[in-house]
């Protein structure tokens, strides 16, 4: 059950990684031999997207469906392994969340230095006529 949060932490891990790559000041050259690489990456990665999304659907029915633990009935280790289960379940959405917003961001970042690149191009077109 571990396998997807897993990968879905070495994903976070890799997307912040290129958002750091993508944002640190470079060569204009490396830096647009990294951003048409990235932008090759982005269409296969966007798997993410719906894993994540459907990683959330499967924590909310499972949130919906818990045995609640607040009356006296529990034992201490039985509460103890209630909120136990809520904490990995919050650190799970916010592990789904980061994931689309860091794809998100990596999406517009590229998108943003491509339209840049193209408006250099017009300029220098309009200079040299």
Same mark, same amino acid.
């Given at each position: 059950? $571990?396998?997807?949060?897993?990968?879905?932490?070495?994903? #976070?891990?890799?997307?912040? $990684?290129? !958002?750091?790559?993508?944002?640190?000041? &470079?060569?204009?050259?490396?830096? &647009?031999?990294?951003?048409?690489?990235? &932008?090759?990456?982005?269409?296969?990665?966007?798997?993410? #997207?719906?894993?994540?999304?459907?990683?959330?659907?499967?924590?909310?029915?499972?949130?919906?469906?818990?045995?609640?633990?607040?009356?006296?009935?529990?034992? !201490?280790?039985?509460?103890? /392994?209630?909120?136990?289960?809520?904490?990995?379940?919050? /650190?799970?959405?916010?592990?789904?969340?980061? !994931?689309?917003?860091?794809?998100?961001?990596?999406?517009?970042?590229?998108?943003?230095?491509?339209?840049?690149?193209?408006?250099?191009?017009?300029?220098?077109?309009?200079?040299?006529?």
């Amino acid at each position: 059950m $571990a396998l997807q949060w897993m990968i879905l932490t070495y994903v #976070v891990a890799a997307e912040a $990684a290129i !958002a750091f790559l993508l944002t640190i000041p &470079s060569p204009k050259l490396v830096k &647009s031999r990294l951003v048409s690489l990235v &932008s090759l990456i982005l269409q296969p990665a966007m798997f993410i #997207v719906p894993f994540a999304a459907f990683q959330l659907l499967d924590i909310y029915w499972k949130n919906e469906h818990r045995l609640m633990c607040t009356g006296e009935t529990c034992t !201490a280790a039985e509460r103890d /392994r209630y909120e136990k289960s809520i904490y990995k379940a919050q /650190r799970n959405v916010i592990l789904c969340a980061g !994931a689309c917003l860091l794809y998100w961001c990596i999406y517009r970042i590229c998108k943003y230095y491509k339209e840049i690149q193209s408006l250099e191009e017009v300029e220098k077109r309009y200079k040299d006529q």
